[in-house]
């Protein structure tokens, strides 16, 4: 990322790679990042159509450091250098570029496969393509240039439930749950729950943890706890 200041603004200039064996999605998304402030930014982006002409791009000593890449996951491999997929494209970018802000595109919507990118690569942005929008594009774009991470709808909607499973309550807590979403106090709720006051408030300091709760009130253990599914 550079700068280019005139008498009236700054242009921050971006150096973008797309990979991906399909012309017209790499014309999609060029379409999309060209329109993305052009007041403030200007793009230059570079193409490739598989992991062979994608590694002689990144590997390039010629080739100026990329600021976003678009990895689509499934492409054409070149075998001759091990690399397969996109994600084998992440990992060398990161080894040639580490400041580069990756964005993962795929059709995979297997759970385990997912969780598998994420913990092997940990990209900026992951995307399932049929997700994919104009306007969602865009709005993804914006947060990885902006240093913030973006998991498509369905990526996060997977990952949400996934960890809503591993979340396990027993009846009491659910109980509890129940009465405080109720507006019942917490001194009131040993008349509904055969428990001690005492063990009802560990409970309630437990859920926090679980539910990585910082703030003391009810209000947000119910918030959270509804989003969880664990209240209904």
Sequence with gaps: MTFESTTTEITIKNNILIVDDHPFIIQGYKNAITRYNPKQFEFFITEAKDCESGYNVITNPATSPFDVAFLDISMPSYDEKGIFSGEDLAILLNEYMPNCKIILLTMYTELLKIRTIIDAINPLGLVIKNDLTFDEL???????????????????????????????????????????????????????????????????MNLKKILNINDQTDIELVRVAKNRGLLF
């Design 138 to 204: 865009l709005f993804g774009f914006n947060k990885v240039i902006n240093n913030e991470t973006y998991y498509s709808q369905s990526i996060q909607k997977m990952l949400d439930q996934s960890e809503m499973e591993t979340i396990e309550i027993d009846l009491f807590d659910k109980q509890i749950l129940f009465h405080i979403s109720k507006g019942t106090r917490t001194k009131d709720i040993p008349q509904y729950v055969p428990i001690s006051l005492s063990a009802i408030e560990k409970r309630k």
